[in-house]
């Protein structure tokens, strides 16, 4: 054991005599070339996890027939970073949770003259914006660790030295106007506390709901795999290019409009047409393909266990995002940038709803998906008198056709709450039925999932096209109407409920599915708990 360390401090000690002094970029492209590997022209601006994740990331595409020695590299990265944080003498001190008491004095003077939420909001922004341009100047080891995506984000960082912000405990709303360096107030640290208490149970009752949710994808999912590389299709999926972000299409296949040939559509394509044709899996002449999918970099056949593997773990994470920030929430930029635009039409009452200043006529779209209690599935735009007002994930919609309002009407209210709630949003749209009239309301709905499911890196958009297929009672997507199934019952509705149900809950649901509820009704199906009592029902069944 003593001879293992040895070996590991040896190493250690030659890999910071060659590497410790130099540019992490320089260090990777060096190894690169050590190793016979293509790697980036260009170097990235800034030395942060993201940047050096993202470029590693491009490395990998650029030699995906050279895994071996990708590895190495990343193992060679891997080890340095470690021994770089064992050997270097950072450390952190009082000092550098410290701000200029004037940004402090000045933030709690604003704070106290407003009474607005989303006022109070932004003067938190404003002056947080200011902290940090002061730890910068003071070139406090706090900023290097959050700027560098190593530990912690700005929005725990917002609650250390400035203010806690907008907590959301369920039933109500306060905005925490202290901070945790300087120390909370006996009312701010009562408040505080039910935000903590809320993300605590947030986090017990909402964690065991992904993990049946990808449990329920992988029943749905499972029976696709990659049968054939190209289908053959001639089928196109029409997309407004310029409505979705270049993200959308990354890894797809796509028309060129110029050489009218299938082109793989990558980080660095340039389009500059209105509408992009992208090969689709509703379109796939096979169960799936994998031009239809999109390329993938890591290759594998049964696609659609991954698939629900991969929307599974990303509902977890929505889960537990929550969690680490104690229920403080951050309004959406898009929602202060709207109201501050539109001051004229709307503003926010004392309840943080959207109301009209004035009469206006408020144009809703024909195609929107909303959950029982009205909240918006992903971003909605209103128009109101041809000005644009943007509905961000969470609010809920007062309104629900166009038509002339009168001043003071309700639009919508503003989203304040916790995202943990988004796993519950997410399963509740899944486990709805829903009924396409045409194509553009099922894209739409492709839009929401996919905007639910991605948070941070780039998604693959046939993921979940795969998933609406999977859930649609049609395969040919021509013909509409189509109705999406309630993703529950189709396991149930392909004969394989009994595996991973209760016979007694299988044939509730398969019956349920097939539209034979007055039967289940007409024999008491519920009184039936065991496999001899559905077996009896069974027989009366066939017997009638």
Known sequence: ??????????????????????????????????????????????????????????????????????????????????CKSTYSDFTLTIEDF????????????????????????????????????????????????????????????????????????????????????????VDEYIKSSEGARKSIFDKTISTSKPGYLTRQLVYVLHPYKFTVDDCGTKKYLKLPYKKFSKEWFIGKYYLNPLTQKLELFAEDTEYNFDYILIRSILYCEKPVCRKCFGHIWHDCENIGIITAQTLGERGTQLTLRAFHTGSVYDIPQETIQTVNELK??????????????????????????????NTVLTNLDLYINDNKLTLTTGMKLYIHKSDYYTENTSIAKLNVSSIAN????????????????????????????????????????????????????????????????????????????????????????????????????????????DIKGVGYYIGKLLND
């Open 1 to 82: 054991m003593v001879k293992d360390i040895k070996e590991q401090v040896d190493i250690c000690k030659r890999l910071i005599t060659l590497y410790g002094d130099k540019d992490i970029f320089d260090v990777i492209n060096s190894l690169a070339e050590e190793l016979g590997l293509s790697y980036p022209s260009n170097k990235p601006n800034k030395r942060t996890k993201k940047t050096i994740n993202k470029y590693i990331e491009q490395i990998v595409k650029l030699n995906y027939d050279k895994r071996d020695k990708v590895e190495q590299l990343i193992d060679i990265v891997y080890k340095l970073g470690h």
């Open 98 to 185: 410290l701000i200029d008491e004037d940004i402090l004095s000045n933030y709690e003077k604003e704070i106290a003259k407003s009474h607005s939420l989303l006022d109070k909001y932004n003067i938190l922004q404003k002056y947080f914006k200011l902290a940090l341009d002061d730890l910068r100047k003071k070139n406090s080891n706090l900023i290097k660790i959050i700027d560098s995506g190593v530990r912690a984000n700005y929005n725990q960082l917002q609650q250390v030295i400035i203010g806690r912000g907008v907590i959301d405990t369920g039933l109500n709303k306060y905005f925490i106007a202290g901070n945790y360096a300087k120390g909370l107030s």
């Open 344 to 373: 004229d039409l709307v503003y926010i009452d004392k309840y943080q709803n959207l109301v009209l200043a004035k009469n206006a006529y408020i144009r809703v779209p024909e195609h929107t998906i909303l959950l029982k209690d």
């Open 422 to 529: 988004i796993i519950t949003v997410l399963e509740a749209l899944l486990r709805r039925k829903l009924i396409f009239s045409n194509l553009e309301s099922l894209i739409y709905y492709l839009e929401i999932l996919y905007t639910l499911f991605s948070y941070s890196a780039v998604f693959p958009l046939g993921m979940i096209e795969l998933l609406v297929k999977a859930t649609l009672d049609k395969d040919n997507i021509t013909e509409f109407p189509i109705v999406k199934l309630p993703i529950n019952l189709i396991p149930h509705i392909r004969g394989y409920g009994c595996t991973f149900e209760k016979a007694r809950t299988a044939l509730i649901y398969t019956l349920y599915s097939e539209n034979y509820s007055n039967l289940a009704e007409k024999y008491d199906l519920f009184k039936y708990t």
